[in-house]
């Protein structure tokens, strides 16, 4: 059983380009996120989704799209990366109800030069 | 919005001895999260409190849940080398999943 797998872990590209993140879960889990992890800050929420075809903004979701056509898939894009946007991002998935607790994929690295 | 300040940012201590972190918050949390996340993983949840005043424990790790609901401390009692990592502390309101993290405490065990 994978839970969530993260792709890709790496990645280096260059200002202005558009760059998609990719999340996948094996768990059906309802919810979804997008989390930025920098040092100083820790993790800020960039984009979640409730549902298929149901999401909403985090704390800092500015140059950042997301869709959910699928449950088990959350893509993040950059449509058009800035230095800025050099981070380790996490997804996340949790259940709907009770705990809310939130399981994190492995993260990936993009640097944007 | 939200904030949580998390203290203190880094220990550095022996192995065997206790830890004690903590988080505040200028704004009332109905849930809180302790995660600690390894080097190149994720976060992981340690304990979770849903009720003021709430004392939770999970091995030698108790976190409890403050009275005025804007802050929560976390202890780990005779620490051990694998304890090494970046614990963050999360409020969320419930209701929602924004959740808010605070900027994390790291911890480092010398044997």
């Known amino acids: 059983d994978a839970g969530i797998t993260q792709s890709p872990r790496y990645k280096i590209t260059e200002t202005g380009r558009q760059v998609t993140l990719m999340c996948h879960q094996t768990?059906?889990?309802?919810?979804m996120f997008w989390y930025r992890q920098d040092l100083g800050h820790g993790l800020r929420l960039i984009y979640y989704?409730?549902?298929?075809?149901?999401?909403d903004k985090g704390e800092v979701p500015d140059g950042y799209v997301v869709s959910r056509s699928k449950t088990e898939n959350f893509p993040l894009t950059l449509e058009s990366a800035t230095r800025s946007q050099t981070s380790v991002y996490f997804c996340?998935?949790?259940?709907?109800?009770?705990?809310?607790?939130?399981?994190f994929g492995p993260g990936t690295r993009l640097t944007v030069t | 919005g939200q904030q949580l300040n998390q203290s203190p940012q880094s220990m550095f201590i022996q192995e065997g001895e206790d830890v004690s972190m903590n988080c505040t918050s200028s704004s009332i949390f109905n849930t809180w999260l302790w995660y600690k996340q390894d080097p190149g993983e994720g976060p992981v949840l340690l304990i979770a409190?849903?009720?003021?005043?709430e004392l939770t424990s999970n091995g030698r790790l108790t976190a409890q849940f403050g009275t005025t609901r804007k802050d929560s401390f976390l202890n780990i009692s005779a620490s051990i080398p694998s304890d090494v990592g970046i614990y963050f502390c999360?409020?969320?309101?419930?209701?929602?999943?924004?959740?808010?993290f605070g900027a994390g405490t790291r911890l480092f065990v010398k044997a």
């Open positions: 409190l849903y009720k003021a005043g």
């Open positions: 989704s409730a549902a298929a075809d149901i999401t």
């Open positions: 999360a409020g969320l309101n419930t209701g929602g999943f924004k959740t808010i």
């Open positions: 768990w059906s889990h309802s919810y």
């Open positions: 996340a998935t949790s259940l709907p109800s009770g705990t809310y607790e939130q399981y």
